[in-house]
């Protein structure tokens, strides 16, 4: 059974930073997955953030964060995580892990219904 749990959301001001975390099982080998971010504020569709590819040795971002928030991954304890800096209340939203399978950085940035997700952490940024 596949599981992608978020921790590490919460409320911060605009300029402070937070750091998500994604803790996989069942994604066998997890070597084997592109992993991303996504993020959704009320009444919106969910949006891409970040992906990294399954080596880590691609990342890609959305516009609106590049050079704010830097993904990373862990493939021996099966993790990823989202470091945000200089929060704005823009970026105020729940943020949705996802997984698949032999999927590149940028692919990662399209919804796909063969993504695994998780059940989101949420952010809110003070201005």
């Known amino acids: 059974q596949v599981q992608l749990v978020e921790s590490g959301g919460g409320l911060v001001q605009a300029g402070g930073s937070l750091r998500l975390s994604c803790t996989t099982s069942?994604?066998?080998?997890?070597?084997?997955?592109?992993m991303g971010w996504f993020h959704q504020a009320p009444g919106k569709e969910r949006e891409f953030v970040a992906a990294?590819?399954?080596?880590?040795?691609?990342?890609y971002y959305a516009d609106s964060v590049q050079g704010r928030f830097t993904i990373s991954r862990d493939n021996a304890k099966n993790t990823v995580s989202l470091q945000m800096h200089s929060l704005k209340p823009e970026d105020t939203a729940g943020y949705y892990c996802?997984?698949?399978?032999?999927?590149?950085?940028?692919?990662?940035?399209?919804?796909?219904?063969?993504?695994?997700w998780g059940q989101g952490t949420q952010v809110t940024v003070s201005s």
């Open positions: 996802a997984a698949r399978i032999w999927t590149s950085a940028q692919a990662m940035a399209v919804k796909s219904p063969h993504n695994y």
């Open positions: 990294i590819s399954s080596t880590g040795g691609t990342t």
């Open positions: 069942g994604l066998v080998p997890f070597s084997s997955y592109g």
